[in-house]
């Protein structure tokens, strides 16, 4: 077939065209021209010239029409992609939700204009770089973050998810979305497993394939850090800590990890108060009981507390430590008391061969920082890796 002649003053008459309607179905026509490769070498570049004055029409309508027809055709150049992405929402929509070759830089740019419509296109690309997943979740914006999470085809990196969770994670969709993921680390599904229903509980052991049995310990501990976390604030005065102590015995939380975690963190009212309250003793015996006693009084405060043997030692080496500091709890010295703690504790009982020693001890990783931890692992002379790095 002989290539078509189009004219300059074809190019005009189109582009003159009163009716929106009439300059699309012209553009239409031009798009599936030029994609024919029917036309000769300046019936081409008319025809160029041509969209590119669609392109920049003064009716949005044409531009939207412009955008989606060549969303996916190699007549999209990087120039024209780019103006294209940075028209308005509904311009800008099929470019930056379907268009292959976008750079990074330009999607990072469009992110910055903090446009909803056009963070929830980019959410639902075939493919999200790490970068771009990352600003997305900086966007704050709780749809386009379910959007993100809800794609497959996104890579976020594990800081992101952390973030996520720490910011959302109350949030129905948000942890929904999260636990449908199959590529989430141990780190965040014991993380997550906080905030999500029985029912997305049971999708998150299949999707990731893990033990029951081992959810229900990560939800305990992760129980167990939020309680000790939210109770200073909740507990002003003894007789606080006391009532508290007693509403967490009936629910069935005043365990030893969480006594455990009160001592580590210098908490020592809820400590003191928490093993009185379970071993049914007035609060001032039980305190002098496991500080002021002899080699056989905390064996029996553990016993009447109904305590395990086994995490004595455990105990009696954080005891000894804030008496060797004369630290009282509170936060002046804090952070010193944790750092030798946590470094006693593993040179005293890093090498137990208990699994209730080695799961009381994994549970300090939960709440200290991981400089007070790095700190402590060197004075132990252990090597430290944070967990989920």
Known sequence: MAPRSLTQKDVQRLLAAPDAQARIDTMTHV???????????TERT???????????????????AVAWQIHN?????EDLAARLARD??????????????????????????????????????PRVTPAVSDALVRTGNVIVITQLLRNRGAVIPEPTLHDVLDRFGTVASVNEAMAARPDLSAAVVEKLIL?????????????????????GKLVERAREAVTLLLLKPLTPGEADVELLSRHLLIRGRLSAPLLFRALCAGEFALFN????????????????LAWDGGPHALKGLFAKAGLSFTLMKPFRVVIAVAKALEYQGGDAGRERFQTEAIATLFDACGNAD?????????????QTSAEVIERAMEQAGMPFSPLGG
């Open 273 to 288: 108060a928490g093993i009185a309250v379970r071993a049914n003793l007035p609060l001032e015996n039980a305190r002098q």
């Open 88 to 125: 308005v929402d509904r311009v800008a929509f099929p470019i930056l939700r379907h268009a292959e070759n976008l750079s990074e830089g330009l999607l990072l740019d469009i992110l910055r204009e903090r446009r909803p419509a056009k963070e929830l296109a980019i959410a639902g690309r």
């Open 195 to 215: 905030y999500v229903s029985e029912e997305i509980r049971s999708r998150l052991i299949r999707t990731n394939r893990l033990n029951p049995r081992l959810i």
């Open 31 to 41: 798009v599936r021209d030029l994609e024919s490769g029917e036309l000769g070498d």
């Open 354 to 366: 208990d699994r209730e020693v080695d799961d009381l001890l994994l549970q300090l990783f939960d």
């Open 73 to 77: 055709s190699t007549l999209l150049t």
């Open 46 to 64: 008319l025809a160029l010239e041509i969209l590119q004055r669609f392109a920049a029409d003064a009716v949005t309508a044409v531009r939207e």
